[in-house]
C-alpha cells in the first residue's frame, strides 16, 4: 500500500489504538502492556540494543518513557531489516515499516541510531555494512530512484510514472538527499568502526555516479536526462512544465524536484538538500583521500562543495522583515523565494544535525526563530502540542520527527524537556511515535508503522539520557 492510500484508508482515525483494559500510564499501578514484538518474531535482536533498553529501563524513573524507548528504539531492528549476503558480502534490505520498500533516505536514518553500539556488536556491525553495500547497488542500479525493493523483476504502482522506470524500483522521485543520505551513513559507519571493507569498487562507481547526478542537476548546459510526471488527483505528486520543473536560474546550485517528504518542490533550488549535499561532498573528499587514494576525485569534490557553499550563501539567504537575515526553503536564483519548513530531514531545522551550519551560526538562529513561530505556515500548534509538519498529510498535523529533530538540535534545557514531554503525550495510546498527528488530538494520527520515527525518537531519548539524565526523571 501507498503512502497516500495509506493516509486515506485510515483517515487518520487513530489505527491501532490499543483497546487492552489493563493499559494505563504512569503513575496508576497498572503495568504497561506488551506492544514490542515477540522475541521469536523478531527480524533482527542486537545484544547491544538490548543491554541499552535495559539500562534505560532501569535507570530512568519515569516508565511510561522507558516503556516507550523500549518499544521505539529497537523497532527496526524488530520490524524492518532482513539480512543476507549477495557476492559473498552483507546485504541488507530495509523497509520504511508499512510500504515494502527501501528508500535510501529512510534506510539510512533508521539505522544511523545504531551506530554507536556498532563496535560492540559485529552482527550489528554487519548489519549495517549490508545497508551501505545495497544502498550502493540502488544508486548504480538509477542515482534517481528514491525507493527501491527486494526483488530486481518487481514492477509496483507507480511503473507508468512518465519517467524512465526499471524493474525493481519502487519509485524515482529525484531528491538531492536520496544521494547524501548513503555518503552520511557509509561515512560515520567508517568513522565509527573503522572498517574500510565497504568502500568497495561498487562504492567508489556510486560515488562517482552521485557528482555526476549533481553535476547534471546544476543544469548548467540544459535541463539534464531527469523528467517526472504522474497522472495524479494530488499536486504534490506531479512535476509541471513536462516534468522539468518550474524554471530556475544555473546559478550553481542543485535542482531537486522533490522534497524529503516526498513532495515537490514549488522552486527547485532546494536549500537544506543543498547543504547537505556540501556535506556529502566533503565527506566523499575524505573518503577518497584516505581510503582510495584518488587525489584528483577528492579535489573535484571539495571544489564542489565550495561552488554550491558560495551558490547558497549568495540566494539562499534573504532578509525577513521580522527576523532578519534568514536561509530560505527554497528559491529559483531569479529572486523569488518559499520561506517554510517541513517536517522531513534535510530541513532547515535540521542543519545543525546534518553537520552543515554550527548551532550558534547567526542566521539559522534567525531562521530557527522563524520556523517555530506562526511565520512558518506548517508550524501548527494545539492542545496535543506543537511542531513543524507539511503538506504531504496536510494542515493541522504536526510530525514526531520535528519536536525530534528540534531537541537534538537545541542546548536549551528546558527546549529539550518540553520536547520530550510532548512526544511521550504523542504515541496516542499505541508506544510507538507515528508519522503525524493531529495538533488537538494525538490519537488521530498517520502510519502506525514508520520505523524511521521510532528509531530516531530513541536516538533522541538516549543522546538526553546520556548527556541530561535529569531531564527524563519526571
Known sequence: MNRKQFIRNTSIAGAGVLLNPSFSFAGSGFDFPIVRVAADKRHFQSAAIEKAIAEFSSKVKNKELAWLFGNCFPNTLDTTVYTGTKNGRPDTYVITGDIDAMWLRDSTAQVSPYLSFAKEDKALQELIAGVINRQAFCINKDPYANAFYNDETKEGEWKTDHTTMKPGIHERKWEID????????????????????????????????????????????GKGPYKFERRTSWATDGVPLGGYGYPAKPVG???SMFRPSDDATIYPLFIPANFFAVVSLKQMAEIFTAVYKDAAFANECTAFAKEVEAAIKQYGVVTHPQFGKVYAYEVNGYGSFNLMDDANVPSLLSLPYLGAVAANDPVYINTRKLLLSEYNPFYFKGKAGEGIGGPHVGVDMIWPLSIVMRGLTSSNEQEIKKCVEMLQRSHGDTGFMHEAFHKDDAKKFTRSWFAWANTIFGEFLWKVYKEKPQLLNV
Open 253 to 255: 546550485l542543485i535542482f
Open 178 to 221: 536520496s544521494l547524501c543520505y548513503p555518503v552520511r551513513l557509509a561515512y560515520r559507519y567508517w568513522k565509527t568502526t573503522n572498517d574500510t571493507s565497504v568502500f568497495d569498487a561498487t562504492w567508489n562507481k556510486a560515488a562517482k555516479l552521485i557528482v555526476q547526478t549533481f553535476r547534471e542537476q546544476q543544469r548548467k548546459t
